[in-house]
């Protein structure tokens, strides 16, 4: 089953259930204290942060999202892309615990021939808060699943709340059993491999006071008006009906994955294992697929790439795109090759991608020479210097990876991870202690602020945990729904 079939059938399953059809938001978050839509949720903040009114009790949706910060895990799980679909089924106020995991279990359960996605029920693990006794009570009493495939899982994975005083409440997901070649039977509270997370429901149950982190808070009473907010990832499931190890083997990601390994002249050989000698090869193939897709589809949605906020996500998405393919002996220009291919893939869901593409390739391609420009000119140098640190058994000095980054325009991203790849380490510390003279100097001297060098700033924000362009958000916030 394509992914334009589960949306289709996701949308007419809850209208069937008088859920308003509300279409996908931008991939720049209507939500001013984020930086991209996160979950499908996010359109709806307001309503239920209860700043507005919603026009529906119901709303089901298929929200394009982004979520940079699962970037080093694309390619290497079979589950995590920068761009993913998450399809939603909220209620405000309307139908809560029981009528959410029902619902979720009838249309997953259901046969193909009869609307629904026809999985094996036998398949199917469901984990609860540990202290939600209610949810517990629904999944083994109303829907019958039996106790062996239903845990009970901490504030860790299974609480949701913003991170700031206002709702919050436990968590509900479910998951897929791929089976034991991927690993141990304890179920998904031991093994995120073999058990496939696919959809996580959401209950709105509390008003919390002090919120000190992810797994420590206050509540402070009941909600009057309990909501709903789940999400499913439509890769996942469509891993799942196609019958592929991974999501970026899916009908939307596929197409370009082997295009990309037509140009690079490999073999694409579907292995997740890193001691297997194809594996990294596999993995930079899998995430370029998904860094072209995710590059059109922010291009689309109005993302220029820039040196800061959302345009420096772009950028640094096409940017390892490049640098990838170049890794595999692709020297010359990639994404004249490999958005049309992307752009195909998407259109069906996307009409826009194909009748702005002219736009969209001009932006991307213009960004991809520039990169090549500053690549030619720093490679020869950064090899030089790396293969002198290799010889004396040293680190790379921030004094040459900051020459890079200051003569030659060249990405510390790119350096360490060109380095890291040579098995050498660079000197972060002295990097930093650099940039900062240098940011110091420019403060310092007016004339400076125009020399127009790359922010690197902004990568370290990028790296130190969650996307700190995620403001208002933590890590496990993110993790736990938004
Ligand atoms: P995981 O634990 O696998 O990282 P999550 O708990 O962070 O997932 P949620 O925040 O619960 O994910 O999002 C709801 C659903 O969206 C998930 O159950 C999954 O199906 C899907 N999803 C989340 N992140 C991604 C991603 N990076 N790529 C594809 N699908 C995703
Ligand atoms: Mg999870
Ligand atoms: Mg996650
Ligand atoms: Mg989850």
């Known amino acids: 089953m394509q992914i334009h079939e589960i949306a289709r059938r996701w949308n007419a399953f809850f209208e069937k259930n008088s859920h308003s059809v509300v279409p996908s938001a931008s991939l720049v978050s209507p939500d ?3 930086l991209f839509t996160v979950a499908g949720m996010v359109p709806f903040i307001p309503y239920f942060l209860g700043q507005q009114t919603p026009p529906h009790d119901r709303a089901v949706s298929v929200q394009k999202c982004i979520r940079t910060a699962d970037i ?23 139908y809560f615990k029981e009528g959410a ?8 359960t259901t046969s193909q021939a009869d609307g629904g996605y026809g999985l094996d029920p036998e ?28 845990q009970r899982i901490g504030k860790e994975d299974n609480y949701w709340h913003t991170g700031q005083p206002g709702p919050g409440g436990p968590c509900s997901e479910i998951f897929y059993d791929r089976g034991p070649q991927y690993g141990n039977d304890g179920g998904p509270a031991a093994d995120d491999t073999r058990y496939l997370e696919i959809w996580n429901l959401v209950f709105m149950q509390y008003q919390l006071g002090d919120v000190r982190s992810q797994d420590d808070f206050d509540i402070v009473g009941e909600l009057a008006n309990k909501n709903i907010d789940t999400g499913m990832g439509l890769e996942r499931l469509a891993m799942i009906l196609q019958g592929v190890e ?19 002249g490999v073999t694409y050989t579907s292995t997740e294992d890193p001691e ?41 998405l096409i940017r390892r795109a490049v640098r990838a393919m170049r ?8 994404l004249p090759e490999l958005l049309p291919i992307s752009r195909d893939a998407m259109r069906g869901n ?16 213009a960004e991809e020479r520039a990169f090549l420009r500053t690549i030619a000119a720093g490679t020869t140098r950064l090899e030089s210097s790396v293969a002198q640190a290799r010889e004396a058994g040293a680190t790379l000095s921030g004094d040459a990876a900051f020459e890079l980054h200051d003569t030659y325009g060249f990405p510390i991203d790119l350096t360490l991870e060109m380095a890291e790849e040579a098995g050498v380490s660079v000197d972060q510390d002295k990097f930093v202690e650099l940039m900062q003279e240098q940011r110091q100097r420019a403060r310092n001297d007016a004339k400076a602020k125009k020399t127009g060098h790359a922010d690197t700033s902004l990568y370290y924000e990028a790296h130190a945990g969650q996307d700190t362009v995620f403001t208002g958000y933590t890590e496990h916030t993110t993790q736990s729904h938004i």
């Open 32 to 34: 001013p204290s984020l």
């Open 72 to 94: 080093e895990e694309v390619g290497k799980t079979a589950r995590h892309g920068t761009f993913f679909q998450m399809a939603g089924n909220f209620s405000f106020g309307d």
């Open 101 to 108: 995991i029902t619902m979720a279990w009838e249309l997953l």
């Open 123 to 150: 398949r199917l693990w469901a984990t609860v808060y540990e202290e939600d006794d209610e949810a517990y009570a629904i999944w083994r009493d109303v829907v019958g699943i039996p106790e062996a495939r239903l």
């Open 246 to 264: 991974n999501m970026y083997e899916t009908d939307q990601v596929r197409p370009v994955l082997d295009r990309a390994a037509e140009l690079a």
């Open 276 to 316: 297997d000698a194809n594996f990294s090869n596999d993995m930079r193939l899998r995430y370029v697929a998904d860094h072209v897709r995710s590059a059109l589809m922010l291009i689309s949605d109005g993302v220029v790439p820039s040196n800061e906020g959302g345009g420096y996500v772009l950028r640094r």
């Open 327 to 334: 890794l595999m002996g692709v020297v010359s220009a990639v």
């Open 350 to 365: 996307y009409p826009e991608v194909s009748e702005d593409f002219d736009r969209i390739a001009r932006i991307a391609y």
